[in-house]
């Protein structure tokens, strides 16, 4: 498939700006909707409450959206609808990788040895540390969560994540700030991109997950704005590694670590 003749799912939104948005979130707790003070608020209930506040909504300037929808079989971002939920919260890392296993993950995310135990439901990261990070073999990848926390993401650390002829997949989500998918191989970063607004890509080779953004129903050569960038982003390292993500993977008690002032 082309460029040229490639014609992506187009969805129209409406901007509402701050006031609205605190409005709509009022509106919502009042009705029992879960709602966080901030981040992206669900498009169900964004549309509930302009259904009725019709005065409100034809106020409201009106923008598209590409929305990215599996084109060919494999990984789809509604595959990961689950985590619209917030099952891993609003700030997370997820890292692919291959050739290493648990520990050896674990060492070279920042790891010691005395760091490695079983984390349970009751680990969590917090602003003083530590930070916790979860391992877990699937398939031919070993799979680490970072909560609220973004070492995964750097780019030195998928270098060394990957070095060695293995490779390394980042999915980071950061409501407050940009989400990133980062792809590394034999220890180079080869691409990092903004799945909210694809476009925007580096690295040494940042055209090499075109192929799976346009079977996402993503133009990587226009400046589209996804309005789905999370689920796509869990289908894209989907269909880079084979690994499908599912909320069975975040069940615990699970091999980790505790890191003791982890960058996050």
């Not at 969805?11 to 709509?24: E, K, L, N, P, S």
């Not at 019709?54 to 509604?78: I, L």
């Not at 996402?216 to 894209?236: F, H, K, Q, R, T």
């Not at 008690?253 to 505790?258: D, E, I, Q, S, Y």
Request: glycine content about 10%.
């Amino acid at each position: 498939m082309s460029d040229a003749d490639f014609t992506p799912l187009r969805v129209t939104h409406r901007a509402h700006g701050r006031d609205t948005d605190r409005r709509i979130r009022t509106w919502a707790k009042a009705r029992g909707h879960p709602v966080s003070e901030r981040g992206r608020l669900a498009p169900e209930i964004i549309d509930a409450f302009f259904a009725a506040h019709p005065e409100v909504h034809e106020q409201a300037r009106t923008f598209e959206m590409v929305h990215a929808t599996a084109r060919t079989p494999g990984a789809s971002p509604e595959d990961h609808a689950w985590q619209t939920d917030s099952l891993l919260g609003d700030i997370y890392t997820i890292v692919h990788v291959r050739g290493l296993d648990e520990h050896e993950v674990l060492r070279r995310l920042g790891a010691a040895d005395a760091d490695i135990r079983l984390i349970g439901d009751g680990d969590h990261s917090l602003p003083e540390g530590p930070a916790i990070i979860t391992v877990r073999r699937i398939g031919d990848w070993t799979v680490a969560i970072e909560d609220c926390g973004w070492r995964g993401a750097q780019g030195e650390t998928l270098s060394a994540l990957s070095r060695g002829g293995g490779e390394a997949v980042a999915v980071h989500r950061h409501d407050y700030a940009q989400h990133h998918v980062t792809y590394a191989a034999d220890g180079r970063l080869i691409t990092d991109l903004n799945p909210g607004f694809p476009v925007d890509r580096q690295g040494a080779d940042p055209d090499r997950l075109n192929r799976h953004l346009r079977d996402l129903g993503i133009d990587p050569a226009a400046g589209d704005s996804v309005d789905n960038p999370v689920p796509a982003a869990l289908a894209l390292a989907g269909r880079i590694t084979g690994v499908m993500m599912s909320p069975q993977h975040l069940r615990r008690p699970v091999l980790g670590a505790a890191i003791p002032g982890a960058l996050r």
